[in-house]
């Protein structure tokens, strides 16, 4: 497993390719990347902080569980910290695994959980202003508690 926090732009085809392997079927990424805007207003640029170790903490337990949840080979989580201008990569997510359904389900899961519980907080900085942003709602389907 790769689990980091990084300050400085996070290098995807290198974690990809690192992350491949000759039993997995299938690859499954998500690139989280700053948008130029945000609900009609135009961002330049996102300043993410973190408590750092209890990220890392959790981050590190979230691709235990989706390896033994998920039955999938192998994961890796990197999120950037600091400022980060439109189109840069803010967290990448590779998972590893023998089937394509294993491999989407706890891609889809892992961001969707990264997002909910990590101690990983992003400022919003608009042309008009700024704001905490407080992500988007979490999936009624996997949901915890719900159906997975």
């Known amino acids: 497993m ?12 290198e974690i990809v ?9 299938a690859v499954c990424v998500f690139d989280g990347i700053v948008r130029d805007n945000t609900r009609g207003r135009k961002t330049l640029h996102l300043d993410y902080e973190a408590y ?15 390896v033994e949840r998920f039955g999938v080979r192998d994961v890796a989580l990197v999120h950037r ?8 990569t803010s967290v990448l997510i590779v998972v590893a695994s023998a089937h394509r359904g294993a491999a989407f389900d706890a891609c889809r899961w892992l961001i969707d959980t ?4 990590v101690p990983i907080w992003k400022k919003e900085q608009f042309v008009d202003g700024a704001v905490w942003a407080d992500g988007e709602p979490f999936p009624e389907e996997i949901a915890p508690g719900g159906r997975v």
Do not use: F, H
């Open 114 to 117: 990264l997002k909910k519980t």
């Open 81 to 88: 910290l600091g400022r980060l201008l439109v189109g840069e």
């Open 17 to 25: 390719a690192a992350m491949k392997a000759g039993s997995d079927g």
């Open 2 to 13: 790769r689990i980091e926090i990084v300050d400085a732009p996070i290098v995807a085809d």
């Open 52 to 66: 750092r170790e209890m990220a890392l903490a959790q981050m590190n337990a979230l691709a235990v569980e989706a």
